[in-house]
């Protein structure tokens, strides 16, 4: 198995979110060895690529800590790295089989990809609990937006706060947000600050649950963030989004995001690859 490691959300090293990537020649591993890798590699994400057709895939997803349905920078690292690979062409639509459905690819020099239907998840949500565990007593203002859980693949916590200085002041309880989000049924929280400098917001991701305390960058939880904007009436579709993420941790990203007529989105950005090997057995 051959083993890459990927920037996802920029085009230069050391930037966006890091991913593991590893092709396979044949049938997937056991699950067992797959989360061994996974946990080995030591990034948010890892993803086993099979090759079922000229550009078609079926593609897995494991954490340090399980596997997941989809991840949406895994997914731009995964496209990316089989186009400059040679294995498909510029230009190119590609089915990516996963365990959320069955994705389209558009392959170039930026990678989009399809979401899953986004839909919202109507579970009650202590809002006072979630805003103590995120932000403890430092925060006592929130702006009037509704918290809700989204889904676009993967169910995220849509948490609005005021602007971009109290989202950086965030220090979520880490242990707390675990608990809250098992019992939620849900990935983590997605804070965000909406803003007017070019970008559509300024967001945090936190997924402690899965071995994620933050994570610079989300095609998932960007693409349910769309889709909330879009049912609270603040982006009209057709409309084209740019969210800033990765600002605390020094390694800014940008994920586009398009929300199609019929309420569909895509997401995705650019990639760079940063290192290969090989995985012995």
């Not at 997803?61 to 995964?78: N, Q, R, S």
């Not at 230009?91 to 239907?117: F, K, P, R, Y």
């Not at 909406?194 to 610079?216: C, K, M, Q």
Request: hydrophobic share 40%.
């Amino acid at each position: 198995m051959r083993y890459f490691i990927v920037d996802a959300f920029t085009n230069e090293p050391f930037g966006g979110n890091p991913a593991g990537v590893v092709l396979l020649d044949g049938d997937f591993p056991s699950e067992k060895l797959m989360q061994q890798v996974a946990a080995e590699l030591r990034y948010s994400e890892t993803a086993f690529v099979q090759q079922n057709g000229p550009k078609e895939f079926t593609v897995r997803y494991f954490t340090p800590a399980g596997e997941v349905d989809l991840c949406g920078h895994a997914t731009i690292a995964t496209f990316g790295l089989l186009r400059q690979e040679g294995i498909i062409p510029d230009h190119s639509l590609c089915i990516n089989h996963t365990l959320a459905g069955d994705l389209e690819i558009n392959v170039g020099e930026q990678i989009m990809m399809q979401m899953a239907t986004p839909r919202a998840i109507d579970k009650p949500i202590d809002i006072d609990r979630l805003h103590h565990i995120m932000a403890g007593t430092d925060c006592d203002e929130w702006p009037q937006l509704p918290v809700e859980i989204i889904s676009t693949g993967l169910p995220d916590i849509m948490m609005p706060v005021m602007n971009p200085k109290a989202l950086n002041a965030l220090q979520p309880d880490m242990d707390a947000l675990a608990d809250l989000s098992r019992q939620l049924g849900v990935t983590g929280v997605h804070a965000f600050a909406i803003t007017e400098d070019g970008y559509t917001a300024h967001v945090r991701n936190f997924g402690p649950l899965y071995g994620i305390p933050e994570e610079s960058a989300t095609g998932t939880a960007n693409g349910a963030l769309t889709h909330y904007l879009h049912r609270q009436g603040i982006l009209n579709a057709p409309a084209e989004c740019r969210f800033l993420q990765g600002e605390a941790m020094q390694r800014p990203s940008v994920i586009a995001t398009s929300l199609q007529a019929d309420g569909n989105i895509n997401v995705g950005g650019q990639y760079c690859i940063i290192a290969r090997g090989e995985l012995l057995p």
